[in-house]
């Protein structure tokens, strides 16, 4: 035990600072959320941390994103990697993994392979859904969490008796309620990001955890907290009797997403292949403006168009939020 972690070690005790040591906790989203939580954990002294993002640091970020800096905005860095190189000057102590991927049905499982709790760090509800599909599956921890305007949720998907978010679905926020409509401010991060580090505290060190839905608005001060244990569905397609686990099967997934307050769209090819960046960015040099490479992407403008082309194939299409325009665009490209 480093006496780094003492003041804490004196309120939890040494056996739940030693199993915060032991565990291993998946980060899926570097957001604002998911920025926020692995500071914290770090800070506790985790003992490994993943962090899976597909997004890069733009400076719209940086009002609410912690960890991040113009100078990762500059470069684009990708977030996990951004993320991963200022965890390790905070800390030595946790190992950090970094993950430039898309979170979906058919990458979630190799992602959470291992892991002792699963923490919310994503900005949309199907991505969610796939994680709490296949947390229930794996019988691992998940911590949710959400939040927009100056208006934030936390839950814990614990156990065998609690209802899943397919359980709870009814009962959050209507997903139209975006940060493009909405906006968010960084002290309900602090405040959401808390509550989940606080409860993976208590989970990762023993404690139980009750299926408690708390939520919160940090700008009018109000506060409120709901045991939903009643609400499981012993039919639920995640936790019930006969789950077949819907999230995780192709038919639940689109390939292509407008993204939250950005004017752009996110494309995910039908199988992701390695591209060669340097090549392309060769090809396209006569064609296209402002051209950023690096080892993790190429960023440049096409005609009216802010094109970000990732390593794996993916692409977000910057200057429209119609996906038919993106695909078109990602066509001529890609081919």
Same mark, same amino acid.
Not at 147 to 154: D, E, K, M, Q
């Given at each position: 035990m480093t006496s780094r972690f003492l003041k804490q070690e004196l309120f939890i005790g040494k056996d739940g600072q030693r199993n915060i040591e032991n565990s291993h906790a998946v980060i899926l989203g570097a957001g604002a959320l998911g920025s926020a939580v692995s500071e914290m954990l770090v800070r506790a002294g985790i003992g490994k941390l993943t962090i899976i993002d597909r997004d890069y640091v733009e400076q719209s970020n940086l009002q609410r994103q912690q960890l991040y800096t113009e100078e990762d905005a500059a470069k684009k860095l990708p977030k996990a990697i951004a993320a991963e190189k200022r965890l390790k000057e905070i800390s030595s102590h946790t190992l950090i993994e970094s993950i430039v991927e898309d979170i979906n049905y058919h990458t979630v499982e190799k992602f959470i392979r291992g892991a002792s709790i699963l923490m919310d760090g994503t900005d949309n509800f199907e991505t969610r859904m796939v994680i709490n599909d296949a947390a229930i599956k794996h019988h691992i921890p998940f911590l949710f969490g959400a939040?927009?305007?100056? =208006?934030? $949720?936390?839950y814990s998907v614990v156990g065998e008796h609690a209802p899943c978010l397919h359980c709870l679905i009814e009962q959050l926020p209507s997903q139209q309620i975006t940060c493009?409509?909405?906006g968010v401010i960084s002290p309900i991060v602090q405040w959401v990001a808390a509550m989940q580090v606080s409860q993976a505290m208590q989970i990762l060190s023993g404690k139980t955890i009750l299926p408690v839905l708390r939520s919160f608005d940090i700008w009018k001060m109000e506060y409120a907290e709901v045991n939903v244990a009643a609400l499981r569905n012993n039919s639920c397609p995640a936790c019930g009797g006969n789950a077949d686990f819907p999230y995780l099967s192709s038919q639940k997934q689109t390939k292509a997403a407008v993204l939250c307050g950005r004017d752009a769209v996110h494309i995910r090819p039908p199988i992701l292949?390695? $591209?060669d960046l340097y090549g392309l960015s060769q090809r396209w040099k006569s064609l296209v403006e402002n051209l950023i490479a690096n080892p993790y992407l190429v960023s440049f403008h096409y005609d009216d168009y802010r094109v970000i082309l990732f390593k794996d194939?993916?692409? &977000?299409i910057h200057g429209t939020s119609e996906v038919s325009m993106a695909k078109? &665009? =990602?066509t001529k490209l890609i081919g």
């Open positions: 939040c927009v305007g100056s =208006y934030g $949720l936390s493009d409509t909405a292949k390695e $591209l194939g993916r692409a &977000i078109s &665009i =990602y």
